[in-house]
């Protein structure tokens, strides 16, 4: 049995992650469970685990060794990442570090274009994303 992780994130928008889970993971919205109530992980097995969160991936759309992955809404509004470690090969570091950057750029489109600007990326080779905000005064 693959023990979980909690990683501390700095994501505090539950829409603005589940946009980013979409683009980084490249799941369906049908695949990404939004709880309001935390709900139980369950492990490989289909073991029902202690883990729970408000916002999961179960393991079948991961992979059919995989765990349930999960975030949970902390008591400052942030979510802790719940990956095992068997799973954190895959949702590791640098998964996490492509999430965190289009969790910023999800972020920072939808505050833009609240305020009737349209925002623009492009991919750079090194890895980095270039975001341009047209119609700021």
Same mark, same amino acid.
């Given at each position: 049995?693959?023990?979980?992780?909690?990683v501390?994130?700095? &994501?505090?928008?539950?829409?603005?992650?589940?946009?980013?889970?979409?683009?980084?993971?490249?799941?369906?919205?049908?695949?990404?469970?939004?709880?309001?109530?935390?709900?139980?992980?369950?492990?490989?097995h289909?073991?029902?685990?202690?883990?729970?969160?408000?916002?999961?991936?179960?393991? !079948?759309?991961?992979? =059919?060794? =995989?765990?349930?992955?999960?975030?949970? !809404?902390?008591?400052?509004?942030?979510?802790?990442? @719940? @990956?095992?470690?068997?799973?954190?090969?895959?949702?590791?570091?640098?998964?996490?570090?492509?999430?965190?950057?289009?969790?910023? &750029?999800?972020?920072?489109?939808?505050?833009?274009?609240?305020?009737?600007? =349209?925002?623009?990326?492009?991919?750079?080779?090194n890895?980095?994303?270039?975001?341009?905000?047209?119609?700021?005064?």
């Amino acid at each position: 049995m693959s023990r979980y992780a909690t990683v501390k994130t700095q &994501f505090k928008d539950c829409n603005v992650l589940v946009e980013a889970l979409l683009e980084t993971g490249n799941w369906t919205t049908e695949q990404i469970e939004v709880h309001t109530n935390p709900q139980h992980l369950f492990g490989y097995h289909g073991d029902q685990r202690a883990e729970t969160a408000h916002i999961i991936i179960r393991r !079948k759309h991961i992979g =059919s060794a =995989s765990n349930d992955l999960g975030f949970v !809404k902390t008591e400052d509004g942030s979510y802790e990442a @719940i @990956i095992s470690e068997y799973d954190s090969g895959k949702y590791g570091a640098t998964w996490r570090g492509q999430l965190t950057g289009n969790y910023a &750029f999800h972020k920072v489109r939808r505050e833009q274009e609240s305020r009737g600007r =349209s925002v623009t990326r492009t991919r750079c080779s090194n890895g980095h994303q270039r975001v341009e905000v047209i119609g700021y005064r």
